[in-house]
């Protein structure tokens, strides 16, 4: 995929790694990008709203989409019916256990990161399939393929959305959409903001994503913990989780 000229939808573009998708998808020439997020005043407070290319191109277009609105995102899915690359970024993180934890939020765990960017994909499918096939960046987590103690409602949800994502690569093939998985550990953003981890640059995250996307990557390891927990998944689990278990 050749980002010039492409138009693009960014969920949960008001922060972290949301934003810098908008700003290098902008940097690499994309003629317009949707910044969307819950509360669109938080875009334009965040200059986003006023953000253009060198060139003076479209820029952004702010979108109000709650990715937990089927309505919501069918009014997106309307109002940006030119887009050929979709970024699901948007998420959350409630640290919720799964065995002592509020049911309400593992809920809303997997109605964020499964059931809403399942809603995205079914909505902006046929879009994108009329406009040229285009792309998919499910933005997800070395999560998707382990747990560690406090997070397993987001574990969980981000398991379930790593295997969606591989199934709705399959039934997209046909159209020419390409589907990418984005995993990382962690990230320097507001969501991670009380974990004392090592942490990347959001901004590597979207370029790492969109260097993909160039290359036709349908998975991105956008650091090295991820590329170590993926590896680990070819071995006996013992050693793995006794290291997780350790802290």
Do not use: C
């Not at 019916?81 to 979709?86: G, K, N, Q, R, Y």
């Amino acid at each position: 995929m050749d980002i010039t000229d492409q138009i693009a939808l960014v969920t949960g573009a008001n922060r972290g790694i949301g934003r810098q998708f908008v700003a290098e998808l902008l940097e690499r020439g994309a003629r317009k990008v949707y910044a969307t997020a819950r509360r669109p005043d938080l875009l334009e407070a965040s200059g986003l709203a006023g953000a253009s290319r060198a060139s003076g191109a479209s820029g952004v277009e702010v979108l109000t989409l709650d990715i937990t609105d089927h309505d919501s995102i069918r009014a997106a899915a309307a109002a940006a019916s030119d887009v050929t690359l979709l970024v699901n970024n948007a998420g959350i993180s409630t640290s919720t256990p799964l065995l002592t934890g509020d049911r309400a939020e593992i809920r809303r765990e997997m109605d964020t990161h499964f059931w809403g960017t399942l809603d995205m994909i079914r909505a902006f499918a046929p879009v994108l399939a009329a406009n040229g096939g285009g792309g998919i960046v499910n933005v997800l987590s070395a999560l998707s393929w382990f747990v560690s103690p406090g997070n397993g409602a987001y574990a969980a949800a981000k398991a379930a959305a790593w295997n969606m994502t591989n199934g709705v690569r399959l039934e997209l093939a046909e159209q020419g959409t390409l589907v990418q998985a984005v995993h990382l550990a962690a990230a320097d953003t507001d969501m991670t903001a009380g974990y004392d981890v090592p942490k990347i640059d959001p901004l590597d995250v979207a370029r790492a994503s969109l260097d993909g996307l160039v290359a036709g990557a349908i998975e991105v390891l956008a650091d090295e913990p991820s590329a170590f927990v993926k590896a680990s998944l070819a071995g006996d689990p013992t050693a793995f989780y006794a290291m997780v278990l350790a802290g």
